[in-house]
């Protein structure tokens, strides 16, 4: 079945510095590909998503391009802040059915 | 705001008790998804409605059952509860019709604590 894979956490970085959290994914067919956050206490955000081979989606400095050659997408961010500390998870889905999740990534953005 | 609500926030019961957790989806969505978050088990998806139609089926024990109303709002029945029902239900709602790439949205979820 599909299936996701995200790198463990949790990722500790100081302010300022480049984010990346991999991802790589395995499905049949054409899947589409989202980023969600959960801040701490709260529930699940959409934070990007791509749709098709060479997508990049992007929101609030994070990017993430679809990659089909490599099943992957990772996220990225230029330069972090303490308000980006948050639990980060990778998902897929096809045919408007369910999510699949990844088992998610925790972020520290230390001042 | 996702615009998917649900009830109640936290719900703290007793082992052996029965709970309803309710779920209404954004404006216009039929589709709607319970998932459940567990320190162990990360995000579990268990059921899927399509107006009012199961559509599909993950990880959901027996002991649990869900509906869709004809209002689309949709409800999460956990019976017979074990300390290790514990854990965040979150329920989802997406677009009119199920295609590829439609966002899924997700309620703040309600953490249920099993005693």
């Known amino acids: 079945g599909n299936s996701v894979t995200q790198m463990e956490g949790p990722v500790t970085l100081s302010e300022e510095a480049f984010l990346t959290i991999n991802c790589t994914y395995t499905?049949?067919?054409?899947?589409?590909l989202f980023w969600y956050v959960q801040y701490p206490g709260e529930g699940l955000q959409l934070l990007l998503k791509?749709?098709?081979?060479?997508d990049k989606g992007s929101n609030k400095g994070f990017e993430a391009t679809y990659r089909k050659e490599t099943t992957s997408f990772h996220l990225e961010k230029g330069s972090v802040q303490v308000s980006d500390s948050a639990v980060y998870f990778c998902a897929l889905t096809e045919y408007g059915n369910k999510l699949v999740f990844g088992a998610g990534t925790i972020l520290r953005v230390k001042s | 705001d996702s615009g998917v609500t649900q009830t109640p926030k936290h719900l703290i019961t007793a082992t052996g008790q029965r709970v309803t957790l309710r779920c209404s989806p954004r404006s216009g969505d039929l589709s709607v998804y319970w998932y459940q978050q567990s320190l162990d088990q990360g995000l579990q998806f268990l059921i899927q409605?399509?107006?009012?139609?199961?559509?599909a089926k993950g990880n959901i024990l027996e002991r649990f059952s869900a509906q869709q109303f004809p209002d689309l709002h949709s409800e999460l029945n956990l019976s017979s509860l074990e300390l290790g029902d514990s854990a965040l239900y979150f329920c989802?709602?997406?677009?009119?019709?199920?295609?590829?790439?439609?966002?899924?949205?997700f309620g703040e979820g309600s953490w249920l604590t099993v005693v």
């Open positions: 409605y399509y107006n009012g139609e199961e559509r």
């Open positions: 989802a709602s997406s677009g009119r019709l199920p295609a590829s790439g439609n966002t899924i949205y």
């Open positions: 791509a749709t098709k081979a060479d």
């Open positions: 499905a049949t067919g054409y899947p589409s």
